[in-house]
Structure formats: C-alpha cells, structure tokens
C-alpha cells in the first residue's frame, strides 16, 4: 500500500475493497479468491481475457449477482448489495457495454427514468433543463431533447455515463467502454475519465486492450481464470509483461496436435483460400482490412484475437454469408467471390456460426426440421420438390445419435435442449457436409469442459479424414492444443501467422494488441 | 418449502389445451355475468342457443356458411404468418376477390360451367393484386405490412359501396345499394351448404400439405421461423416472402368470391361481414397450424351464428363482438400463462 500515497489522505480507507470474492456457476468458477482495492483519485483497469472473470466481478460489485464468499467493503464499511439499486445509492454505477438504454426515448428521459430525484410529475422541457444543467456540471455535452436512436454510439455512452454520475457515483465502472467508439470518441472519454477522477472519485475500466490501458489507468490488475494474478503501477508495466500476465504461463498443452499413422496429410494446395478481401460489418464499417488467408485440406487454422477485430465478419466471408467488398474467395482455386451461402455449403464448406441459436437454428422449429437444415434439398429427405417428413426425422436420428444427444421427441422445439446439445447437433450436422472445410466461430463458447473436449475430438477427426478445419476461438489454450497454425487478427487484419510447434505464447499476446510480426512464418502467404 | 415460478420455453400440450379450453369458458363466464346484469338470463339463453344451433340441420348448415369465409380468411393470415407477415387486409383482399366475382359475373356471358371457375381465377387474382403493392413495399422497402394491408381495406369497402351504389347499381331498381344478381351459383353440397364448403377445407389441406411435404414448404417455415437461419442456409427469404404474401391475398381473394357465388350473390357494402378481420382470430387462435384453423373458424362460426340467434332474443349484435374479444383476450393470456409451472422447493439459502 504504497503507491499512489500521494493522492492519499493518511486514515482514509480505499472507496472499494474487495476481500476473498469468490463466485461459482454450474461447472465454472468465475471468481475465487479475489482481492482489490481501488482509491479515490485513481483509474483502475481490470485486465483480462474474455471469460477471465472481470464481467462477473463487477456484476457482484454492482448488486447482479451474490458473491458465495467475501466482503465488498464501501469507504470502511462493509456493505451487501442486494440489487444495483442499492449499490448506486452507495455510489457505484456502471456502464455496460451493451448500453441500457430506452432507444425510443429522449436523452432527457433516459436520464431521469428510474430515478428517485425525478419528481412524480414534469413537463418535457423542465426535464430537458435539468439535464442541460446536470451536463454542465458534470462537464458531459450531451443533447437533451434528441432520442438515443438518433445518436451515435459514442453520444448514447456519455448518456450512459451521465445518468450514472446524476445519481451521484463516486465509483464509475466501464465494461469495454472503448470496443464502440472510434479514436476520436475515445480520446474524449478519457479526457472526461480524468476531469472525473481529479474530483476525487474512482473508474474502474475492464478491458483487455493493452495499449489503452497502458495509456489511460493508475494501475492496473490482472484477473486470469478468475483469479487476481497482480496488481501493477501501470508505470511499471509494459505490454509484454501485461501480455504475459493476462495470458499466462501455465497453459495445459494437453497436445492434440500430433497425428496418428492413418491421418490424411497437409495438402499442398490450399482448399480455402481469401485473397486481399475487404468486408463490412452491419453498420458499415469496413471490418475486415484486406485479408489474405490460405487453409489446406488436413489442417486445423487457429484464429486468435481479441472478440470484435473482425473474426465475426471473417467467418460470415468464408461461408458466403457476407460478400466481399473487395478481393477474392477461392474454394480449391475456383472463384466464389460471388457464390451464396447456399454454393459455400454445397461446395463442402460448414459452418458452426458463433450464435448457433439464432442465425445456425431456427429455435422455435422442431428438432427434425432443424436437424436436415443443410440436407433437406437432396435424398432421402427430399424426392424432387417433396419433402419427406419421416426420412427428415431418420436423417435427424442419425446426426443425434452421432453427436451423442438425447431428444425425447424429434417433434419438440430445439430451443428446448441445452446449449450444450444444440452445439453438439449443428455440429454433427456441419461435420457431415463438410468435406473440405469446417469453419468454427467460437465453438466451445458456453460449454462446459466435457462438451468442450467432445468438440475438440470432432475437430481431430475431421482433420484426419482430410477436412481443413478453421478454428476461432478467444481461448489461446484451446487454439494452442489444436492448430497447426494460428493467425492472429486485430483491428481487421491479420497480424501474422505463426506455426503453433515453434509458437510462443508471449509474442502471440502481443500480436493480439496490435503489434505487427516481424519475421514472417514459412508458410504464409500474400500479405 | 417455497413456492418459484419455472418459465417453460414451450409449453405442455395438454397445459395448452386446457388454457384455451377455460379461456373460452371464462369468456363466456363473464359474457354471461354481463347478460346476466342486464336483466337477460343467461342460461336459458344458452340453452337456446345450443339447441338452435346443434338441434336442428338448419343451424348446422347456418354455421358451415358461415364458417367457409371464415377457414379462408383465417388460411390466409394463417399462411402469410408462416413466413412472419401480418396480413391485416384479408378484409381488403376479400372484397376483392368479391368485386372481380361480380365483374366477371354480371358482365362476361357464358355458361356457368365456364363462367364460375373464371370468377374463382378472377377473385384470386383479385386478392392477389389487392397484396401486391404491400408486398413489394414489405420485400424491397421493408415497409411494415401491418399498416399497408390494414389501410387497403378501407380503400376495398369503399370500392364495393362505390360500385354497388353507383356503376354497378342493380338497374331493376329490386335493391337499394347492391348490383344486379350474379346468375352464376355455385351448387349446393348439403341442403343450402354450397361447394365452397368442401373447397374451403380442401384448401386448407392442400396449404397444410405444401408446407410440411414439400422443399418450398420446409424453406417457408425455416425462413418464416428465423430468417437468419435462412440466410445462413442460403435460402431466398425474399423470394419466400413475396410468393406467400402473394398466395395469403389470393385465399383472401377466393374467399369474397365464394360467398358472392355461394351465400350472397350480390355484391354490396358491408358484405364481408367483417370475415377478414375474424380471420386474424382464427390465425391467432389456430397457433400457426394450417389444420387449427379449421377448428379456429369452426369457433367463430359458431360464436357468429349464437350471435344472430341472440339477436333474434333481442340482443345486440355487440354482445357477440363483445364474446369474441373476450375470447381472444383470455386466450392471449391463457397462452403466456401455460408456459408457467408453479413447482414448491426445499428452501435453498437466501
């Protein structure tokens, strides 16, 4: 307890204290053994990879969820937040990343929507003026009158942040707050984060980008596994060491790398191959910056990255889902820059989307119907323009029992199975149209170890047969297992691609927050 | 022991049924109650009704009269809700299909045998036409179907007054406001049930039957249940989307027809009979199953032709009206109830 004694009145206790925070859901700790401290004064980044534990950390703070063990200490005293309402009355908020906002609504009545200071009755303008006055003193521009809808991502946060600061918090928390804005709006936020901080109040920022964090806290603290691993002065810390921190050193190699006598081999020609090719996301932006990328019959491809640099969009391209803007697609050296999503699936290309339920299911549709989704239009679930309900449920028979899924009845909405099985049965299903490829977005998202290791095998087995599988995944541990190679994206491009046997975890943590490989690997190609 | 609230991603069948089961009879409850205020009896009313209605085959042929319009309006909102359009205007596209009956009717000549398959084509088309624009509007525009098809219903009952007033007015001078009598009938069936009856049911099954054994149908109910799951599987949800809209009008469309050639034989303001909109009922309350809304019309039908027998009581029509909100509304309730389970717990630690 040292640093940052100067911002420090001697005898005052730090505004947040958490003491042993432990949080267990089915089959997963999400936090254990957690201790932090954050003082008035300072900006605190909470650093980790996607399911470190940062999220579900500061749901306890904030009163979402019960911590099964330890003490959430406020300024001394110790303090159970039963709801987030209570834990802003004692001055905490926080800005989600998904904003909680009502679209519909004007920025006026967004702020004072569930406030207690809002008086029962109030004329429109009355509310717009208050919330022109608490801008003002709060040093926040924002426009009173317009509705969130018309607003831009980085407008609708400083409404977030302002309806947090009305309601008097001392302790700021923001969850990934700059993964939505552009530059510009990020140096803003942090303009304001200071102003926010010199008044003697306290941000936590959860993020798992280097750089800003480096840039913008006082210290910095690493969750890995949901467990603490540091806390640092950020002014002794620099991105390889943060990057060896959040990714660590004790990664299982549990190897499934090696292949057995019978295995298919690397082929020589690539059976996927993108060349150059630019993509936009929903709203526009160019999400993937021209992307080279070869995939060989016989091989899995990691792709690493932190979530939101383009994997999504790199996924809907190789499927035929999103079309390029620019560049070429090439399935075994023939062009399907052009070809639908319905040509890439024909062609021998699956695909387990990293939303299965809502883009790879039809969740209100019965388990037959969504089971046959990739083969309803040829025998034996279809004869000509028929569709053959009974040979759909035999398909649909066979791909679960394959995938080692239990359905009472075939007729039920396949909403009604776990996550777990629904994973396992679209699975199967893209296992069976996929003869040369398999893309994979986030397969083991939401699974528990077991389902995780049964995907795993999949994936091994496809390779072997011959398939060229491409994995994307934010859990290094399970890319490092699997690829041959891994590609690391960030920001739209493709940072480098480095053979996993000569691999070092250190460097790829350092290709995830931006830095460019230096020495190129043997085999990749274009650039 | 604490007693939690399980919310169940799909309910039980048999929850389901008797959901709808008791929120017919809770409508008819508190219909009955109110009946019962004004100084009406309530049973005895009942009574009346049901021996009316079952006792004799007049009331039964009453009621498949009033249930064909009924099957067909519901069919096409029912279908057009496959593909997750609301087709609000099948009141529209039924006035239609009853125009373009009447056109061909009073004024093409020929022999019925010819001339009543072509008022069939003519008010398919009709109701087709009637959904177009909403349709492209929906597929290319994204403009909300909901709103252009309700619109075009009002420009569909002024066009029937307008003709059965003005151009088309029956020029014998015999009636007030209707055209001349369409010469062509459709033949009866079963004592004055005329074969629009049988068609209305064949329909439903030949829709049924396209949507769950055919390709085009299993594409309609993925694109209709999730169309990103049909974007993901590379189907062409517009191209869905248009062509169900399309048939949803033209069911519509046969629906006017018919009762111009089966029930009515002229065309006239009011003859819809509010049908279209009772077809949303029989949509909502046949839970997307083209063969619940055979039951779902039969339903209204029934609820319709009590309504005629009250009147002859000296009721109000809007006591029937009344009747079918009633019901709807506790269906909508009995619906999102049935997906609730009360279960008792051991008391876990709070």
């Known amino acids: ?527 | 022991m604490a007693i939690r609230i399980l919310y169940l991603p799909s309910p039980r069948p048999a929850v389901a049924l008797l959901a709808r089961a008791l929120a017919i009879i809770l409508a008819l409850c508190c219909a009955g109650l109110v009946l019962a205020a004004t100084g009406a009896a309530p049973l005895r009313l009942a009574a009346q009704v049901i021996s009316s209605t079952f006792g004799s085959s007049f009331g039964l042929e009453d009621v498949a009269l009033l249930v064909t319009p009924l099957i067909l309006t519901g069919l096409a909102v029912s279908v057009a809700l496959k593909i997750g359009a609301w087709n609000i205007g099948a009141e529209g596209q039924f006035y239609a299909g009853a125009f373009a009956a009447t056109g061909i009717g009073l004024f093409i000549p020929g022999p019925t045998i010819v001339l009543l398959p072509l008022m069939f084509i003519g008010g398919a088309v009709a109701g087709l036409l009637w959904i177009l624009i909403p349709t492209l509007a929906r597929a290319y525009a994204n403009v909300s179907e909901l709103i252009t098809t309700l619109l075009l219903n009002f420009v569909g009952v002024l066009l029937a007054y307008y003709v059965s007033t003005g151009p088309w007015l029956d020029p014998s001078g015999h009636a007030l406001g209707t055209t001349a009598r369409v010469r062509h009938n459709m033949p009866d069936f079963w004592g004055s049930v005329h074969w629009g009856f049988p068609i209305a049911i064949g329909l439903t099954f030949v829709v049924a039957g396209l949507l769950n054994y055919t390709r085009w149908g299993y594409e309609v109910r993925i694109a209709g249940s999730n169309p990103q799951a049909a974007h993901y599987a590379g189907m062409p949800f517009r191209r869905h989307l248009i062509t169900v809209m399309l048939l949803s009008g033209a069911i519509a469309g046969i629906a006017g027809m018919l009762e111009i050639a089966g029930t009515v034989h002229r065309l006239q303001g009011g003859i819809s009979n509010n049908f279209g909109y009772l077809g949303i009922m029989v949509a909502v309350l046949a839970r997307g199953s083209a063969l619940g809304v055979l039951a779902g019309a039969a339903l209204m039908a029934v609820i319709l032709n009590s309504g005629i027998i009250l009147q002859t009581q000296g009721l109000n029509t809007s006591t029937v009206l009344a009747i079918t909100g009633l019901i709807l509304f506790f269906t909508a309730i009995g619906d999102e109830l049935a997906h609730y389970r009360i279960v008792r717990v051991k008391a876990a630690a709070a």
């Open chain 1, 1 to 527: 307890m040292t640093e940052n004694a100067a911002r420090r009145e001697p005898g005052t206790p730090p505004i947040v204290l958490l003491k042993g925070i432990a949080k267990y859901f089915p089959g997963v700790i999400a936090n254990q053994d957690v201790d932090l401290e954050v003082w008035a004064g300072e900006i605190h980044a909470l650093l980790g990879e996607n399911g470190a534990g940062k999220s579900t950390l500061m749901n306890i703070l904030t009163g979402i969820y019960k911590p099964d063990a330890g003490e959430i200490i406020i300024d001394g005293y110790a303090r159970a937040f039963a709801s987030p309402i209570e834990a802003i009355a004692a001055g905490i908020g926080m800005v989600h990343q998904h904003f909680k906002l009502v679209k519909a609504f004007t920025v006026a009545e967004n702020i004072h929507l569930g406030w207690s200071q809002t008086p029962g009755r109030i004329s429109g303008e009355e509310l717009e003026r208050r919330t022109a006055a608490l801008a003002a003193s709060l040093n926040l521009a924002v426009k009173p009158g317009a509705r969130v809808d018309d607003l831009s991502t980085g407008e609708q946060q400083r409404v977030e942040i302002l309806r947090v600061l009305a309601r008097q918090a001392r302790v700021l928390i923001l969850d990934e707050p700059t993964a939505v804005l552009t530059p510009a709006e990020a140096r803003e936020l942090f303009k304001a984060l200071r102003e926010f901080v010199s008044r003697g109040n306290a941000v936590i920022f959860i993020s798992h980008k280097l750089d800003e964090v480096l840039e913008i806290s006082d210290r910095i603290s690493v969750l890995r596994g949901g467990r603490k691993v540091a806390t640092e002065n950020t002014g002794d810390c620099s991105q390889t060491m943060l990057a060896k921190l959040m990714v660590g050193r004790e990664i299982v190699l549990n190897n499934l790398r090696e292949r057995g006598a019978h295995a298919a081999p690397i082929s020589v020609k690539p059976a996927l191959s993108l060349r150059r090719v630019k993509a936009r996301d929903e709203l526009g932006n160019l999400a993937l910056n021209g992307v080279s990328l070869d995939i060989h019959a016989g091989e899995i491809l990691g792709i690493a990255g932190v979530a939101g640099n383009g994997q999504k969009e790199l996924s809907l391209v190789l499927n035929g889902m999103r079309a390029a803007v620019e560049g070429q697609i090439l399935v075994e050296g023939r062009d399907f820059t052009a070809a639908g999503a319905f040509a890439f699936a024909a062609a021998g290309i699956g695909h387990i989307p990293e939303d299965r339920l809502h883009s790879g299911l039809a969740p209100a549709l019965s388990v037959t119907d969504n089971a046959v989704i990739r083969e309803y239009d040829k025998p034996p679930v279809s004869r000509g323009s028929w569709f053959r309900p009974r040979a759909a449920t035999a398909l649909a028979r066979m791909i679960a029992e394959a995938a080692a899924v239990t359905v009472p009845d075939f007729a039920m909405p396949v909403r009604n199975l776990s996550g777990g099985n629904q994973q396992r049965l679209v699975a199967r299903r893209e296992m069976r149209i996929a003869d040369k490829v398999l893309i994979a977005a986030y397969p083991s998202r939401g699974l528990d170890v077991g389902a995780i290791n049964t995907m795993m095998r999949y994936f091994v087995e496809l390779r072997d047969a011959g398939v060229g599988v491409i994995l994307i995944s934010e859990e290094l541990e399970e890319l490092m297992n699997l690829s041959d190679r891994i590609a690391v994206m960030f920001h739209g491009e493709i940072m480098g691609v480095v053979d996993t046997a000569a691999a070092d975890i250190e460097a790829i943590g350092l290709l995830m927050g931006g830095q460019r490989q230096l020495a190129q690997s043997p085999r990749q190609t274009g650039t």
